[in-house]
Nanobody, 117 residues
């Protein structure tokens, strides 16, 4: 059974940085073919896509995080990353990672990110 374990969330001050990690355990065939996505959900709001990376290397970011967040992956470690810099209070949310390919999708359990002074 495939599971995604997230880590790296926590409390950061405005302007600070955090790095989220998402590691897959279990057997995933052709892991590099899976697209990586990072989502977040703030209280009272819908879950939104923050950043995504396709198997071909195409990367997208939500306008709200462009220039501040970067997304990367290490296929050998079956791990995806979200580097978050210049954090703002409005970045406060639960962050979820997602690996998907076709109709198959795996989700992390979510990690809380709180940006506050």
């Amino acid at each position: 059974q495939v599971q995604l374990a997230e880590s790296g969330g926590g409390l950061a001050q405005p302007g600070g940085s955090l790095r989220l990690s998402c590691t897959a355990s279990g057997i995933i065939s052709l892991f590099s073919f899976y697209k990586l996505g990072w989502y977040r959900q703030a209280p009272g709001k819908e879950r939104e896509l923050v950043a995504g990376a396709s198997r071909t290397g195409d990367i997208m970011f939500a306008d709200s995080v462009k220039g501040r967040f970067t997304i990367s992956r290490d296929n050998a470690k079956k791990t995806g990353y979200l580097q978050m810099n210049s954090l703002k209070p409005e970045d406060t949310a639960v962050y979820y990672c997602n690996f998907n390919r076709g109709t198959t999708a795996y989700w992390g359990q979510g990690t809380q990110v709180t940006v506050s002074s």
